[in-house]
């Protein structure tokens, strides 16, 4: 691979021109809107030009996105988002209505070929029915109102022993073997979120309030229902995700009482509460796999290198093109994700590293995002590389259980036994909080005239029902009420969830068969990945030699095998 990547050529678009504002692209959409197309090469030729204006448009709101991210108190990058969603944004999605009529209207649909555009055209048709000109300026509310959070999140701070720490930086406590320091950083840090509630209850109902009017809008009874046909879930329904939650509730939460009774015995303590969760249980020193930002990626390289050669080049090229911001620092919003940037076709990778083996568990995992998006690029249409969460969260939870192999990168050879362990132990006990934020936000949407205090009493009540019966909250029902917000999903990306679950089943699937055959499943892992969105969901997954499967019985299945593992 190039250690340096080239913009891909643009056909159509001048390679000079920048996007400032919506007048910089206007002219090209309208000629697309007037060209005529006679046959079925011209609609051919008219969907790649298409395809590379969206990509540059596309590729500038997210370069405006990462930069506001990075910092979010940068007025200057906060002003350039805000124009784009206000400027930009309102008259691309009119024009790709447009655009979408004028491409199911032509006659030469029925010309192309139905294998390779099933998936297209099917999202296509689903687009067309969903339009509605007045959930624009919804959608632009909804946009700067998320911003609002990651703004509030990323302002958070606690005070410890005289020195201020970031939340992700203060998570490193809790780590720590002494108890009443992971219990004072754990209230602390507590304390701060609760200190913003009423302004994250406010900010959640006036995004409820906007979200359920775009549903109705659309025609739908809900948000819910609306947010299944945005997300495009062709391949699954609502009684899915309720199979989901209770082969979670039934065959994972008896396992994460087994850890956590094993753990407080482990502790020796009389009751296990929520700090004690992290906290080495054999008197170790918390792990430590890097210190600086460049240890991460210089190590990262090595750890990939060891699955397959082809993984390390891509995150070499993006540390080359400076496309990774891994370090936490104050006015960074939190979280971390990989951006795909369509133009480039390489892509970026955010997140709030503080040392921690969850930050390793988080750059292998935004890796196989990242590879993902290389194995991509060749693709030749924009749309080919929208690709479903179930899909893209497959690439990157693999990534993180088959990189087992290269943690001597990282570690000694007890030290990775000791972190192969917490990180299989961890995915059990994520399951159920998976399980749990979806349930909760299928409540919210189908109950859109709730109150704060009836989200909360909700929020409880669904805790205590998917969760473990082993952790003691005494004292601090107050702090578990409001854990949904900390999920910037809720507020940020709606049912965006659920994903997670599904995909980690299929990753389990993909290391058990890399375990019994290691280039086999990477070759079908590199093959799935390679599709893109040209294929429906279950025929990638199969690509990848797994099941698209969450049934009781699988989920059990896939439990013995992790128990044995971890045995």
Not at 118 to 136: H, M, S
Not at 498 to 527: P, S, T
Request: contains cysteine; hydrophobic residues 40%.
């Amino acid at each position: 691979m190039e250690q340096t990547i080239q913009r891909k050529k643009r056909n159509f678009i001048p390679e000079t021109l920048k996007v400032e504002d919506w007048k910089d692209v206007s002219s090209y959409y309208t000629e697309l809107s007037e060209r005529t197309i006679g046959n079925k090469e011209d609609l051919l030729r008219w969907m790649a030009d298409r395809s590379e204006l969206d990509a540059i448009v596309d590729d500038e709101y997210r370069w405006r996105y990462i930069h506001q991210t990075c910092d979010t108190e940068n007025e200057v990058y906060k002003s350039a988002y805000e124009r784009f969603i206000q400027d930009i944004m309102p008259n691309w999605m009119n024009t790709s209505n447009t655009l979408n009529k004028k491409i199911a209207a032509s006659p030469f649909i029925e010309a192309l070929d139905k294998s390779r555009f099933f998936v297209y055209l099917r999202n296509l048709q689903a687009q067309l029915a969903l339009f509605r000109e007045e959930n624009i300026p919804l959608s632009q509310q909804i946009q700067l109102l998320s911003q609002e959070y990651g703004s509030t999140i990323g302002a958070m701070t606690i005070e410890h022993e005289g020195k201020e720490y970031t939340l992700p930086q203060a998570a490193v406590f809790m780590q720590r073997q002494d108890r009443n320091t992971r219990k004072t950083i754990f209230e602390k840090t507590n304390q701060r979120r609760l200190q913003d509630k009423e302004k994250l209850d406010t900010l959640f109902d006036e995004l409820l309030k906007i979200r359920h009017q775009m549903a109705l809008n659309a025609g739908f009874e809900n948000f819910r229902d609306f947010m299944f046909a945005e997300l495009g879930r062709f391949d699954y329904d609502v009684a899915a995700c309720e199979q989901f939650h209770h082969a979670i509730k039934t065959e994972v939460i008896p396992l994460v009482n087994e850890i956590y009774t094993k753990r407080k015995n482990e502790l020796s303590v009389d009751a296990l509460f929520p700090y004690d969760l992290d906290v080495d249980t054999l008197n170790r020193p918390a792990l430590q796999p890097f210190q600086t930002q460049q240890e991460l990626i210089e190590k990262s390289i090595v750890c990939l290198q060891s699955v397959a050669p082809y993984f390390a080049d891509c995150i070499s090229t993006m540390d080359k093109m400076k496309y990774l911001d891994l370090e936490s620092r104050k006015g960074k919003a939190p979280g971390g994700y990989n951006m795909t940037l369509p133009e480039m076709g390489v892509p970026f990778i955010f997140m709030n590293a503080a040392g921690t083996h969850r930050d390793l568990e988080t750059m292998v995992h935004e890796a196989g995002h990242a590879v993902h998006s290389f194995l991509m690029r060749t693709l030749p249409y924009n749309f080919d590389q929208e690709i479903p969460s179930e899909v893209a969260e497959l690439a990157s939870m693999s990534m993180e259980l088959m990189t087992f192999d290269g943690l001597h990168a990282f570690y000694n050879d007890a030290d990775k036994k000791r972190a192969i362990e917490t990180h299989l132990e961890g995915i059990i006990t994520m399951l159920p909080w998976i399980a749990l934020v979806d349930k909760f936000q299928h409540w919210i949407y189908t109950n859109p005239t709730h109150t704060a205090a009836e989200r909360d009493a909700k929020w409880l009540a669904l805790h205590q029902s998917l969760s473990n019966d082993i952790v003691d909250w005494d004292g601090y029902e107050h702090f578990r009420k409001s854990l949904w917000q900390k999920q910037l999903h809720i507020f940020e990306v709606p049912f965006y969830y659920i994903e997670y679950g599904i995909a980690q089943l299929g990753a389990i699937a993909v290391w058990r068969n890399y375990k019994q055959d290691k280039n086999n499943a990477i070759a079908a892992y590199k093959n799935a990945l390679q599709l893109g969105y040209t294929k429906p969901i279950p025929d990638i997954y199969k690509n990848a030699g797994i099941e698209f499967n969450f049934s009781k019985e699988y989920v059990k299945e896939l439990m013995s095998f992790l128990k044995a593992e971890i045995a």
